[in-house]
């Protein structure tokens, strides 16, 4: 009781907006960088840590102490944020988009990348709209976000290991890719559950309309990656550099918002196209020196969200979410690997390799939430955040294990016994 009033007296103090915003924000940041010192030592990835802050702060609190730290205007003023971490997100996996890169590799990575992405969302869509009878909107969103990809948790995983190899070549170029083509299936469910649910009877162009909305979106944020490689000239000061990047990211992400679709596709569009004209990374490398608090923020908010009272009621769907996912994944992979004529060790563990599942997805679920609230859909928007957000925590607790096994397997790093040596502890 004590406890309640003392907070209770805390929100009454902080009755000023600006205090009341900058305080929540440092505590979230603050809260997130704590929390790393404890995933770290597990040797989790940051984004795991991310999220049980917001867990913590967020519905946790609240259940324990009868009112949230961070109040629920706070975290629905802070909707924009997602916008903008998706933006850096899809500016970011537009570099994977090197065409140099692509045609040395050829295609059996691409084909590899569409069934093991593909699979996985099929599978996932078939189980929640047949097996559970879930809403087609809902098992549509959840099909198309669990072809995502956790690139960081693999890749951190490989460095830790020091992993070398065609069998590590081929996931890091696999990794690469499956956010894109995340993004694009994402993008098309967005488009027909737009067509589906838009009133006014059905037509031609109720289909059509967000198809060209996407493509437009698509075409300008091509024709922003030219305007920014002609903006950005040697002799800009990387300060300037960074503010010019932004600001098209901002503009862009503004057009689309005003259409009510994702910008994700034109962010991608503008990233690769910059970097295959003006073949300069050193501008990525900046963004991702400048995202690091906004991804934070995102991320403790994406744990926020969490509804505890809906984990139960979901479980067992969850569970198999969880589950099938990796199924379809680990399906895709080896299946794609045999179409090509890959590998043994691609076919036998490349799928174990694309476990992981955060960052993205996480931004995909809360836009995924965004349309279907639009829609009138909020049980089901809140379903589906909590389960990509469980489900994420559990992706970056077993991926990298999984995405380590599949390396020993594949003999791409060895164990070093050395009995006269003494351990060292990181």
Not at 123 to 140: A, D, G, P, Q, R
Not at 249 to 266: E, R
Not at 367 to 388: C, F, H, K, P, Q
Request: net charge positive.
């Amino acid at each position: 009781m004590k406890i309640i009033l003392l907070t209770e007296s805390v929100f009454d103090i902080l009755n000023n907006d600006a205090a009341t915003i900058l305080i929540s924000l440092s505590i979230m940041l603050f809260g997130g960088f704590l929390l790393t010192r404890v995933t770290k030592r597990f040797k989790l990835p940051n984004v795991t840590a991310y999220i049980f802050t917001g867990i913590l702060i967020g519905p946790l609190f609240a259940h324990f102490v009868g009112k949230s730290l961070i109040s629920d205007d706070i975290i629905k003023g802070m909707g924009f944020l997602t916008d903008i971490a998706l933006a850096f997100i899809a500016f970011n996996v537009g570099r994977f988009f090197k065409l140099d890169v692509l045609k040395e590799s050829g295609p059996k990575i691409i084909v590899i990348t569409l069934f093991e992405s593909i699979m996985a969302a099929l599978v996932v869509f078939l189980t929640m709209f047949f097996l559970f009878n879930i809403h087609f909107e809902l098992s549509l969103l959840l099909a198309a976000i669990a072809s995502a990809t956790a690139p960081a948790s693999t890749m951190m995983t490989i460095r830790q290991t020091k992993a070398k190899g065609d069998f590590v070549n081929t996931i890091l170029q696999v990794v690469a890719l499956d956010d894109a083509i995340s993004l694009i299936l994402f993008s098309i469910s967005i488009a027909i559950i737009t067509a589906v649910d838009s009133g006014g009877g059905f037509s031609a162009w109720i289909i059509f309309k967000p198809l060209l909305i996407n493509i437009g979106i698509l075409v300008l944020g091509a024709l922003l990656g030219y305007l920014l490689h002609k903006l950005i000239i040697e002799s800009r000061t990387p300060d300037n550099r960074l503010i010019i990047v932004i600001s098209l990211l901002l503009a862009l992400s503004g057009f689309a918002a005003i259409f009510d679709v994702s910008p994700l596709l034109g962010c991608m569009a503008m990233g690769a196209v910059y970097l295959n004209i003006s073949k300069d990374s050193s501008l990525f490398r900046q963004i991702d020196n400048f995202s690091p608090a906004i991804l934070t923020l995102f991320f403790v908010l994406s744990g926020m969200r969490l509804k505890l009272d809906m984990l139960i009621s979901i479980g067992l769907v969850g569970v198999v979410y969880f589950v099938v996912r990796i199924i379809g994944k680990y399906g895709g992979a080896t299946l794609g690997s045999i179409v090509t004529n890959s590998t043994s060790n691609n076919k036998k563990y490349l799928g174990l390799a694309l476990v992981p599942q955060a960052g993205v997805s996480l931004g995909l679920a809360a836009l995924g939430a965004r349309i279907l609230e639009s829609y009138g859909l909020y049980n089901d928007a809140a379903v589906l955040s909590t389960i990509i957000i469980a489900s994420g925590v559990l992706y970056e607790i077993f991926g990298p294990p999984s995405a380590k096994l599949s390396l020993y397997l594949s003999k791409s790093y060895s164990v070093e016994k050395k009995p006269n040596t003494p351990q060292t502890v990181e």
